[in-house]
């Protein structure tokens, strides 16, 4: 156990749906990186949060948001889904706003969109 | 693409064999790390270094970095299957505000018992 705790594990939606997906950072650390893994396009960095703002964008659609709690706590919206969102969807936490010391990542959840 | 290159794309050796992965990327850093990542599974840090230095060691783990070729290597020697995994370097650019770092496309590392 890495000590970021990602739901749902599995994710199987049809296409035109929303779906949120949730992480919860190592105790103690403050930023929350958001990734997606494809097959064809490794891993993407989508969004970082930084003690509840919004710190730097990667290749996020307009279609995904995310947003951080006062808890720490993450949120990944993704909306209007479409087939090739499908992928495996991680979370990474460290404890500075670099992630300087490394990054831990959660087990990631698997969205399929049918 | 910001992201670091790694070479091979796969790599399949004999248990207690070395293996050596490579990392390539083009603009400069502050960092460097690897991670591995078993089948369907997390990311795990194995090891950062930083541009200011040329080679660290963990356990069996040997990384060097050349910065002025812009490239790391990972070295895994005495390699067993539980070292089966792909591996990922990670680079951040001192470019981006935002220092986040950028992963590779992975080396897919089987090691046969």
């Known amino acids: 156990d890495s000590g970021v705790t990602q739901t749902p594990k599995h994710l199987i939606t049809a296409t035109g749906q929303r779906v949120t997906l949730r992480c919860s950072p190592r105790s103690g650390d403050l930023s929350v990186y958001w990734y997606q893994q494809s097959l064809d396009q490794g891993l993407q960095f989508l969004i970082q949060y930084y003690n509840g703002e919004e710190r730097a964008k990667g290749n996020i659609l307009e279609r995904f948001s995310a947003q951080q709690f006062p808890d720490l706590h993450s949120e990944l919206n993704l909306s209007s889904l479409e087939l090739g969102d499908s992928a495996l969807y991680f979370c990474a936490s460290s404890v500075d706003r670099v992630g300087v010391y490394g990054y831990t990542f959660g087990s990631g959840t698997r969205l399929t969109v049918v | 693409s910001q992201q670091g290159e790694e070479d091979p794309q796969a790599l399949s050796i004999q248990e207690g064999e070395n293996a050596t992965m490579n990392c390539s990327y083009k603009t400069s850093i502050n960092n460097l790390q690897w991670y591995r990542q078993n089948s369907g599974r997390g990311l795990v840090h194995l090891i950062l270094?930083?541009?200011?230095?040329r080679e660290k060691h963990s356990g069996r783990l040997r990384v060097t970095l050349d910065t002025s070729k812009k490239s790391s290597s990972l070295l895994i020697t005495a390699s067993r299957a539980a070292d089966t995994a792909s591996y990922f370097c990670?680079?951040?650019?001192?470019?981006?505000?935002?220092?986040?770092?950028?992963f590779g496309t992975g080396t897919s590392l089987t090691v046969i018992p």
């Open positions: 990670a680079t951040d650019f001192r470019e981006n505000t935002g220092n986040q770092f950028y």
């Open positions: 270094i930083r541009s200011n230095e």
